[in-house]
T-cell receptor
Framework: KNQVEQSPQSLIILEGKNCTLQ??????????LRWYKQDTGRGPVSLTI?????NTKSNGRYTATLDADTKQSSLHITASQLSDSASYIC???????????FGKGTKLSVKP | DTEVTQTPKHLVMGMTNKKSLKCEQH?????MYWYKQKAKKPPELMFV???????INESVPSRFSPECPNSSLLNLHLHALQPEDSALYLC???????????????FGPGTRLTVL
């Protein structure tokens, strides 16, 4: 069964600190992996998209990694800001139908 | 313009009402999507339109009826909904259908639907 699991479920950090969110996926055939940021009550916003041949991709203070062999991805946030408080969703694209398989997200709270 | 717009932002309706949700994009994207998202849950795919034709219908009840009048517009017609249908309804678009390419999928802000 295609699925995406994220950890931790929630995370609280102090402003200025770094953090890393984890994602494990079991999706076959695998096409690409995406990280989204979703503010409460708003639509998700894309942070990164990586194919199986890409190991890392950055978008400002966000850096995503992908290990296609172990089927793991991580999202590293550097020098966190209060505006980083949101849910971060890992999404794997299934390659035959193109369906997006969503993880349940990690809820990040950045405190002053 | 890299924006997907949705109207209305909020909608409250009774179980006997008929209403419609609207979605619009002017990025020239040929794939458009409807998702349903319950609180603290990830989005669930409902429908996919590819080149204005219904490509995927994820076994959604017939009280939800999608329509794609043209390549820029996507509607979701609602009729005889149940209270459990209350959720955030998200529209998204991409250059082509996900899986065909690694195009970014742009999401709209969503319509918060409450069914009384």
């Amino acid at each position: 069964k295609n699925q995406v699991e994220q950890s931790p479920q929630s995370l609280i950090i102090l402003e200025g600190k770094n953090c890393t969110l984890q994602c494990n996926y079991t999706v076959s055939p695998f096409s690409n992996l995406r990280w989204y940021k979703q503010d409460t009550g708003r639509g998700p916003v894309s942070l990164t998209i990586m194919t199986f041949s890409e190991n890392t991709k950055s978008n400002g203070r966000y850096t995503a990694t992908l290990d296609a062999d172990t089927k793991q991805s991580s999202l590293h946030i550097t020098a966190s800001q209060l505006s980083d408080s949101a849910s971060y969703i890992c999404v794997a694209t299934e390659g035959s139908q193109g369906n997006l398989i969503f993880g349940k997200g990690t809820k990040l709270s950045v405190k002053p | 313009d890299t924006e997907v717009t949705q109207t209305p932002k909020h909608l409250v309706m009774g179980m006997t009402n008929k209403k419609s949700l609207k979605c619009e994009q002017h990025m020239g994207h040929r794939a458009m999507y409807w998702y349903k998202q319950k609180a603290k849950k990830p989005p669930e795919l409902m429908f996919v339109y590819s080149y204005e034709k219904l490509s995927i219908n994820e076994s959604v009840p017939s009280r939800f009826s999608p329509e794609c009048p043209n390549s820029s517009l996507l509607n979701l017609h609602l009729h005889a909904l149940q209270p459990e249908d209350s959720a955030l309804y998200l529209c998204a678009s991409s250059q082509d259908k996900a899986g065909v390419s690694v195009d970014e999928q742009f999401f709209g802000p969503g319509t918060r639907l409450t069914v009384l």
